[in-house]
């Protein structure tokens, strides 16, 4: 009866190597890869990509994305295909045992890792800067950041002005001194009287009745 209907259960299909792009896709990548002229073959791979960009969602102009959907028709094709991506780098198989290498903190900034990788790039744009005010007041705003980090990520902790004072120096090799005549917060006061200001509801004054 099942022949006669020609009825085909999951179960008895092929299984989906990423199922996200669906059985269709994967069908017609089985289809290319009986192309023996690799010419056409190089032809039908490209239809098959746009088609699977369309399905996708994400910066679709992008190296990277193109290389990615590259990567998986391949991946569905079990590396069995003659058409060569845009890169001319022919994917291959990742070992069974690959594990992706590991990125760790840099070492210069394991110590200091509480106040983030991001203080570093706005120390080092401030050792640029030219000696004067505006430079004063960008490292004071840096030391301010970094209190505000400290206190973040241990709020449990007692700040010393002192301890920020001297990590900012030692995290510059010296070339950064906090400033004097500035406080490590008053920037963050004048950011939260400026949150206050902005906040405040306007007082609507109330209309006064006359009496007859």
């Known amino acids: 009866m099942k022949r006669l209907l020609n009825l085909e259960y999951n179960s008895e299909k092929e299984n989906l190597i990423i ?10 990548i089985n289809y290319a890869k009986t192309i023996e002229d690799p010419q056409k073959q190089q032809v039908v791979v490209e239809e098959i990509v746009e088609l699977m960009k369309k399905m996708k969602i994400g910066n679709k102009k992008s190296p990277e994305y193109k290389e990615k959907i590259w990567m998986h028709v391949y991946k569905i094709a079990n590396y069995d295909l003659k058409a060569v991506p845009p890169t001319g780098e022919i994917p291959t198989p990742k070992p069974d045992d690959f594990k ?18 991001f203080i570093h790039l706005l120390m080092d744009k401030a050792i640029d800067m030219e000696d004067g005010r505006k430079k004063d007041e960008f490292v004071a705003l840096i030391g301010a950041y970094m209190k505000l980090a400290y206190k973040t990520w241990s709020p449990e902790h007692f700040v010393n002005d002192k301890n920020i004072k001297e990590d900012l120096k030692r995290m510059t090799d010296g070339k950064l001194v906090f400033p004097e005549g500035y406080s490590l917060d008053a920037f963050l006061d004048k950011s939260k009287d400026r949150k206050t200001n902005n906040g405040k509801k306007r007082k609507i004054p109330k209309k006064k009745h006359k009496r007859n």
């Not at 199922?19 to 017609?28: A, F, K, M, T, V």
């Open 19 to 28: 199922s996200e792009y669906g059985r269709h896709i994967q069908n017609l």
């Open 100 to 117: 992706p290498q590991k990125l760790d903190y840099p070492s210069s900034e394991k110590h200091y890792r509480h106040y983030g990788h």
